[in-house]
């Protein structure tokens, strides 16, 4: 097998707990069927070993709407260009990969959304879209009316984190689902009160107002911190919409905490048989109690937790990520 010479763009990280684009770029250096080239769209070179890019800051802008100058006109002997944020520069031969995380864009339901837009020019020019699950491969057909080739399923890096020895706490991971939230707010403050349960919220800024009065005040942890809340975790509630992969629940699989989550076509993908998935808000505090308690579920729960979160590995989605580099090369040679 030849070896491709590969350019990353590092300022498209996927996910809060850690850059994934730099872990999967250690990954991929790794290799020895690529030559990785490191690079950044909308920021300065941070080491001697990323590349620099001629007329980065006047270019950028136009980047962002798959114009503009190619990349490997700038950056000689690329033969993939692998990009993860909102810069899509065009190519002229190298085939452009672009993973596309958040969702939330492509629901507005507006053909004429920039996102939309962006993403439609680069597929008709060639690029590949990849993309964490086949739920969001789905979607994002349906909404971009793309080919089923156009569109590829390849698991995302989660950061790496430490496992969790003796936690504590009770963590909920919102992510789009704040009515859920509202719900389960009476029995949290049950559990609270009854079992003197402590608790942390990670999510965005905007539900500081809506926590405010209720026993989860002075709890939201900013998604900046989420691999030190995780650290103090005993069970870990994932509240997500599925928009946005499920990284802060993988995490904490791979950490050895317990996960219940609210169960959606996504969640479910990622997370069946290595978590406790539930269909509503009572039925999520009701598998806290359990899990919390049964040493034995959790000790199950912890053990296909770890397996599962392999999966989610920089090397093992370097590995899978390599062999897109090589097929797509490939495609265009024929």
């Known amino acids: 097998m030849s070896t491709l010479r590969v350019a990353l763009d590092l300022d498209g990280s996927l996910e809060y707990l850690a850059n994934s684009m730099a872990d999967l770029a250690q990954a991929l250096e790794r290799r020895s069927d690529l030559d990785l080239v ?9 080491s001697p070993s990323e590349a620099t890019v001629p007329g980065r800051r006047l270019y950028e802008p136009l980047w962002r709407h ?9 950056i000689e002997g690329l033969e993939v260009v692998h990009v993860a944020g909102v810069a899509t520069p065009p190519t002229r031969r190298a085939p452009l990969i672009i993973s596309v995380d958040d969702l939330r864009p ?25 993309v964490a699950s086949h739920a969001a491969r789905h979607e994002v057909q349906s909404t971009l009316g793309l080919e089923r080739s156009e569109v ?55 539900l500081q107002t809506l926590l405010a009065g209720t026993v989860l005040e002075g709890r939201l942890i900013p998604r900046s911190r989420a691999s030190d809340v995780l650290s103090r975790a005993r069970v870990v509630v994932s509240l997500t919409d599925g928009a946005r992969f499920p990284s ?36 999520a505090v009701e598998a806290v109690v359990e899990v919390w308690d049964d040493t034995p579920r959790r000790r199950i729960l912890t053990a296909a ?30």
Not at 38 to 46: E, I
Not at 66 to 74: A, I, K, M, V, Y
Not at 182 to 189: F, K, S, Y
């Open 38 to 46: 490191r690079y950044r769209s909308r920021s300065a070179r941070q």
């Open 66 to 74: 798959s114009w503009g100058p190619p990349l490997d006109g700038l």
């Open 152 to 206: 590829v399923v390849v698991k995302p890096v989660v950061g790496h984190v430490s496992p969790t020895r003796d936690g504590s706490r009770l963590v909920i991971a919102v992510a789009g689902e704040t009515a859920r939230l509202v719900e389960m707010l009476p029995a949290l403050t049950t559990l609270h009160r009854e079992r003197h349960m402590e608790m942390d919220v990670v999510g965005s800024s905007t």
């Open 248 to 283: 802060f629940a993988v995490a904490a699989l791979a950490a050895g905490v317990p996960v219940v989550a609210l169960a959606s076509t996504t969640v479910r993908e990622v997370l069946s048989g290595s978590a406790e998935l539930v269909d509503s808000p009572g039925e």
């Open 305 to 334: 937790g770890v397996v599962r979160a392999g999966d989610y590995s920089a090397t093992s989605v370097a590995s899978a990520y390599a062999q897109l580099y090589h097929s797509l090369v490939e495609r265009v040679a024929s």
């Open 106 to 130: 492509l629901r507005r339901r507006r053909s004429d959304t920039q996102r939309v837009v962006q993403l439609a020019r680069a597929v008709r020019r060639g690029a590949t879209l990849v």
